[in-house]
């Protein structure tokens, strides 16, 4: 199955610091790549899809300002979470589209 | 609106007792079914995906059956080690690239 990582796995930032989060295919060109979020206890929520060279579209309610996705390449897809706040503490989780739909090991997100 | 719900929300089974997870969906158009295991902090394995009403797949103690309405995961005589949430998802069929609808999981916990 494909091969996905993210970087860093968790980081903790103080509130209205910018974070970036790197989620590479390692095995496979992804022209498209999911990211979502997952709050404790809860299930995963899809936020935006991203294709490498356009921009990307957001889910409703998901500030495109706030979470900046860039897919510069078809190997890396990265997202930029802008002035973090305590409320975008979460597990941030990448996928790669394709047929059974892998997920990458996920970033844990913690915003003092 | 695309909606999936999973039951029961937990689960707490002895070694060896076999038992039935469900997940029952309502979506304009399926795609595809996808389950997968998680384990505490980390991403989603991915277990199986269904395309088609009668549709059957197997690993190891796991299967997983579809029908028009719904799917669900059998799990024949569970270990320990098969304790995680499991999580059903759909995507729907559209003219792109989708991401997936998830229900809230299964927490299932095998005692030895």
């Known amino acids: 199955g494909a091969v996905v990582s993210q970087h860093p796995s968790w980081v903790i930032c103080k509130s209205g610091t910018s974070v970036k989060i790197e989620c590479r295919s390692l095995d496979f060109q992804a022209t498209t790549m999911f990211w979502y979020r997952q709050f404790p206890k809860q299930s995963l929520m899809l936020m935006a899809t991203?294709?490498?060279?356009?921009?990307?579209?957001?889910e409703q309610g998901v500030e495109k300002d706030k979470f900046l996705i860039n897919h510069a390449s078809l190997t890396l897809s990265t997202l930029t979470v802008t002035s973090a706040h305590p409320e975008d503490s979460s597990f941030y989780i990448c996928?790669?589209?394709?047929?059974?739909?892998?997920f990458g090991p996920g970033t844990r997100l913690t915003v003092l | 609106e695309d909606q999936v719900t999973q039951s029961p929300e937990a689960l707490r089974l002895q070694e060896g007792e076999s038992s039935s997870l469900n997940c029952s969906y309502t979506v304009s158009g399926l795609r595809g079914l996808f389950w997968y295991r998680q384990d505490p902090g980390k991403g989603p394995e991915f277990l199986f995906t269904l395309y088609s009403a009668g549709e059957e797949k197997e690993k190891e103690r796991l299967k997983a059956t579809l029908t028009k309405k719904e799917s669900f995961l059998h799990i024949t005589a569970p270990k320990p080690e098969d304790s995680a949430t499991y999580l059903c998802a759909v995507q729907v069929s559209g003219g792109g690239a989708d991401g997936l609808t998830f229900g809230k999981g299964t927490h299932l916990i095998i005692q030895p």
């Open positions: 996928s790669p589209l394709g047929n059974e739909q892998f």
């Open positions: 991203s294709n490498e060279g356009s921009k990307a579209t957001y």
